[in-house]
């Protein structure tokens, strides 16, 4: 049987890689044929809108002084972002089994016998890049001989974020799927009140390895040891937030280093944003003694590796999943939003017995899950 996956761009996102590489592992070890189906990182601009492009761009930049983008900037990105990512394109060239497109209707009906959407905020519409309607399989609409399947997909907030019209559509295309599941428990509301389908809550792909899983993709690669004691990886820098990592490293006596580059920071000299590999971040949150971040899946890799943690909100991203994720291992307490809420004298350690526990009667509900639709197919 051969699968297809659809999901967000396998780009500078450690998540959003790591959480392709495990489901396609479990797949494969499911004994299926499986591919992501991914789009060039170059970027262009069409001709006919180069002469407006380009004046805005001038007039933005020496008439009004703002601080953005070269002007040229489609060049720019086509130059940098293989230099900011090649240690993380080493490994999705490794890793995780692809097929490039330009488009989606490139992609024919007898390619495939199961489209998989998902993981991640693959049903965001901010989110996901191309029309919302193809990270619902729209491309495929008028297909009645493969499978449409969606795994962990996620919404990020509980909000519902779609227009009328881009809602309208999608209750016709989701209609269509065998069968969905989601990541948190409010994508099921979201499912049931907006779409009228009825959504199975399972675990985010990352979570269906187990730790020895990751630790093999690291324990031979010649990386760098553990800077400090206290990892940070955080998205979104706030001074607020810096204020509650530095209280915490005085607080136990622990080095900050951080997971990430300034790769998001456009401001920030090129040689600051280049991303490690994945296997240095995930050696990093092996090695650290202690972690804080605002990340999805930040909190996944600390809780397989059993390392006390803070997670700090991150509302513009969305707390949903944070708090789906949070509450399935009853660790609610473990999130704060401000610095007034930190106690740093509280024991962050893990019940290790019960996150077990946890993650086997998910396990088996998820993998279950997946087991059964492609049965079907």
């Given amino acids: 049987m051969k699968i297809a996956i659809i999901t967000l761009p396998l780009h500078g996102n450690y998540g959003g890689i790591l959480q392709n590489y495990a489901l396609q592992t ?11 189906i991914t789009f060039p990182m170059k970027r262009e601009l069409p001709y006919w809108k180069m002469p407006l492009a380009y004046s805005k761009r001038i007039i933005s930049k020496y008439i009004l002084h703002r601080r953005e983008l070269p002007i040229l900037c489609e060049q720019w990105y086509n130059w940098t972002y293989p230099l900011l990512l090649h240690n993380v394109l080493a490994f999705i ?29 693959v049903w965001r ?16 609409e008028d297909w009645r001989k493969v499978k449409r399947v969606a795994y962990a997909v996620s919404f990020g907030t509980d909000v519902w974020e779609y227009t009328s019209k881009q809602t309208q559509k999608c209750v016709t295309l989701a209609a269509l799927f065998n069968g969905i599941s ?5 994508a099921v509301t979201l499912c049931q009140e907006h779409l009228h389908v009825n959504a199975k809550h399972v675990l985010d792909p990352t979570l269906l390895l187990n730790e020895e899983d990751y630790v093999n993709l690291f324990k031979d690669k010649p990386l760098v040891m553990a800077r400090g004691q206290l990892l940070t990886y955080v998205l ?3 001074p607020e937030k810096t204020r509650i990592i530095a209280r915490a490293a005085e607080h136990f006596n622990y080095k900050v280093y951080q997971a990430n580059s300034r790769y998001e ?11 490690p590999s ?26 397989l590796f059993n390392k006390p943690f803070i997670v700090i909100g991150n509302k513009e991203r969305g707390l949903s999943r944070i708090d789906s994720l949070l509450k399935m291992f009853g660790m609610e307490d473990f999130m704060i939003n401000t610095e007034k809420e930190m106690d ?6 893990i019940d290790v017995q019960k996150r077990d526990s946890v993650l086997q009667t998910w396990r088996c509900i998820s993998l279950n899950f997946l087991r059964a639709e492609l049965q079907k197919a």
């Fill in 26 to 36: 479990v797949l494969k070890r499911m004994g299926y044929f499986v591919e992501t």
């Fill in 93 to 121: 060239e490794t890793h995780v089994s692809r097929r490039c497109v330009n488009s989606f209707v490139e992609i024919g009906e007898d390619d495939y016998d199961v489209l998989i959407v998902g993981s991640d905020q």
């Fill in 125 to 140: 519409p901010k989110y996901f890049g191309h029309s919302i309607k193809d990270a619902y399989l729209g491309f495929a």
């Fill in 182 to 186: 989601v990541r948190e428990e409010a």
């Fill in 236 to 238: 979104d820098e706030t």
């Fill in 265 to 275: 920071d456009k401001t920030a000299p090129l040689r600051e944003r280049i991303q």
């Fill in 278 to 303: 994945v296997e240095q971040w995930l050696k990093d949150f092996y090695e650290a003694k202690f972690i804080i971040t605002d990340s999805f899946h930040a909190i996944i890799f600390s809780i």
């Fill in 344 to 349: 740093l004298s509280r024991n962050f350690t």
